[in-house]
């Protein structure tokens, strides 16, 4: 278990942190902005969460841990398993069978959705958005670098697995904000 007994450090005043095993990077690398993007993500699904309850928060909960080992993964150098904290398959097997069960209850798409609906489902779309945004980083830091290919598998799943999540909240899709386009023209 993690204690933090000393918030801050001073350690990173120059424009620098470390990583799980002290090497030290600039804070606007590549890995750095990708996990930094993964702590956004589960920022937006804690908003999400003021709004849910039951199945679906139990669900965001346990991406909220998830998304905390991912940036544990992104925070320690290389692929090697032994010792390190990594994104299991597992994990990204989870979320396609949910994804499954939940697209099962939804009504068909003939649009586009824009991001809305109810409130929770309205933030869950904000949060799938900035896990694209980690998803991109982490595969350019994937280019330069040694990254866990698990990583990448996780967050593409985890951007349709909240997109998935936010249609059923909004009535199993039925109160989803459809694009008209051309609609202003």
Do not use: C
Request: aromatic letters at 4%; a neutral charge.
């Amino acid at each position: 278990m993690v204690k933090l007994t000393k918030i801050y450090t001073r350690g990173g005043d120059k424009g620098q942190t470390s990583l799980a095993d002290g090497t030290r990077l600039p804070k606007h690398a590549l890995r750095i902005e990708a996990y930094g993007t993964v702590d956004e993500a589960s920022s937006a699904i804690g908003l999400a969460r003021l709004h849910t309850s039951g199945e679906a928060d139990a669900m965001l909960a346990r991406i909220q841990n998830d998304l905390f080992d991912l940036g544990a993964d992104l925070a320690t150098p290389g692929t090697a398993m032994e010792g390190a904290l990594r994104v299991q398959p597992a994990q990204v097997e989870r979320l396609e069978r949910e994804i499954d069960a939940l697209n099962a209850a939804l009504e068909p798409l003939n649009s586009f959705i824009l991001p809305g609906g109810s409130p929770a489902s309205a933030y869950l779309h904000l949060a799938r958005t900035v896990t694209r945004r980690a998803e991109r980083l982490t595969v350019a830091a994937a280019e330069q670098e040694a990254i866990n290919p698990v990583a990448i598998q996780y967050l593409n799943r985890l951007s349709d697995h909240l997109f998935v999540l936010a249609r059923h909240l909004n009535d199993r899709g039925r109160a989803d904000v459809l694009w008209v386009p051309g609609a202003n023209r």
